[in-house]
């Protein structure tokens, strides 16, 4: 293969760290490409394409906040959606969307707010105390209802006032409501 800036033949495919302009955002990140010895220019070749654009992705991703694909797929099993169809029902979003998002593609902020508000309980609260600051209202206090077994002595209190995000716990027997 020949360098496409100087013109050497002395390229080798070589793990390098990548600095590039992605979005408007200067980015590193390591990736296999095609590296000129001579003048430091490198190629990306077709067969290292496809994990170039996935690297790019996740340093993107990583830099602007956004969800990984493994974040999204720990969401959807979290709440016990068996099948992206059943999550994307849940988020109001296609099928599609879901599947392009747990295979790697890349979301964009405002379907990264969705799934954040839709998927994790101290996010949301957060979102509200903001929403009920900005219209002027007081913020809701946050309950967790636990349901009692019948082998729980009748004396346990079966709920408790939480204001603390750090200290919600999700378990299937628990309800969570707004008061």
């Not at 390229?11 to 990548?18: A, D, G, H, T, V």
């Not at 790697?104 to 994790?120: F, M, P, V, Y």
Request: contains cysteine; glycine residues 6%.
């Amino acid at each position: 293969m020949t360098c496409h800036k100087c013109g050497a033949r002395n390229l080798k495919l070589k793990e390098s760290l990548i600095t590039m302009e992605f979005r408007g955002v200067t980015l590193k990140f390591i990736a296999e490409v095609e590296l000129c010895a001579k003048c430091g220019h490198y190629s990306i070749p077709a067969r290292v394409a496809k994990e170039f654009g996935k690297r790019l992705d996740a340093a993107y991703r990583n830099h602007i906040g956004l969800l990984s694909a493994l974040q999204i797929v720990s969401a959807r099993k979290r709440l016990g959606f068996a099948t992206q169809k059943e999550f994307a029902d849940y988020l109001g979003v296609g099928e599609a969307s879901v599947k392009r998002w747990e295979a790697g593609a890349l979301l964009d902020k405002s379907n990264d707010e969705l799934i954040r508000l839709k998927t994790d309980v101290e996010y949301a609260h957060n979102n509200l105390n903001v929403l009920c600051e900005r219209v002027g209202r007081e913020s809701p206090t946050l309950r967790v209802f636990v349901a009692i077994a019948p082998s729980t002595p009748a004396r346990s209190r079966p709920w408790e006032s939480v204001t603390d995000p750090r200290q919600w716990i999700c378990t299937e027997n628990q309800q969570y409501y707004a008061s």
